[in-house]
């Protein structure tokens, strides 16, 4: 689609599925705002960002489980811009491990903070560009984890806790904002392919009922709801399991 004029935040960039949307919206005409924890990971994708396709990206530092590093990022965008058309809730510890007793109370910590509070403050910072939009949308990857009932994920169970409560924060905004125009909308994948736009292979790889779902797929996903007329409100897409 094209996203050219329209204003992209992007957290957790640095690398995987975030660092794919960015090149994929730089594609699209997007300017673009850029975060990973690291600074020089946040930098590194907006180069490419601007190698790969011309758009503008800035980059930012910001550790989703630290306020002041939220309302930083926020700061810094809003210096830069007057408005927020997409943000993507896409950064969020993973941390794997069946047993609770798999994590110290340290990584935990960081877990549900980076995921849960993280989420909340970057939508809470965020607010007012995205309401300074003609018709803004906040996108969150949330997990099949958050799912009633799913249990097929190794992931550790603080992971589960902070995908649960990404899934019902974004659930009561979605009713909250959509009397703004402003759209909500989440995503439920199992776990997925990683792919990198700047490969051959991201054109090429195969994606029939048969494969396990590819990150290219989940970006359509996301592509597809935000370009949808303004009166369609996708709240949420569920994947089916292999």
Avoid at 144 to 158: I, L, V, W, Y
Avoid at 200 to 214: E, F, K, M, V, Y
Wanted: aromatic share 6%; charged share 20%.
């Amino acid at each position: 689609m094209d996203l050219t004029g329209r204003t992209v935040v992007i957290t957790g960039a640095g690398r995987g599925f975030g660092r794919a949307l960015a090149l994929q919206a730089g594609r699209s005409g997007a300017r673009l705002f850029v975060s990973a924890r690291s600074s020089a990971a946040a930098r590194a994708v907006a180069d490419e960002v601007a190698a790969d396709s011309g758009a503008k990206a800035d980059a930012f530092a910001c550790d989703l489980a630290d306020p002041a590093s939220v309302r930083a990022f926020a700061d810094g965008v809003a210096a830069r811009a007057d408005r927020v058309d997409v943000l993507v809730n896409n950064g969020a510890r993973y941390l794997v491990g069946p047993d609770l007793l798999d994590a110290d109370d340290v990584a935990i910590t960081d877990t549900i903070a980076s995921g849960a509070t993280g989420t909340v403050l970057t939508v809470k910072h965020f607010l007012p560009l995205l309401r300074a939009s003609v018709g803004a949308d906040v996108v969150t990857l949330v997990s099949s984890a958050a799912e009633t009932g799913n249990h097929r994920s190794q992931a550790h169970p603080a992971f589960y806790a902070a995908k649960a409560a990404q899934a019902g924060f974004a659930d009561i905004l979605s009713h909250r904002l959509r009397p703004e125009g402003i759209r909500v909308i989440s995503l439920y994948p199992p776990d997925f392919t990683d792919g990198d736009p700047l490969h051959p292979g991201w054109d090429q790889a195969s994606r029939t009922g048969s494969d396990p779902l590819t990150a290219r797929s989940v970006l359509d996903c996301v592509l597809f709801a935000i370009g949808q007329p303004r009166d369609c409100f996708i709240r949420s897409f569920h994947f089916e399991q292999m």
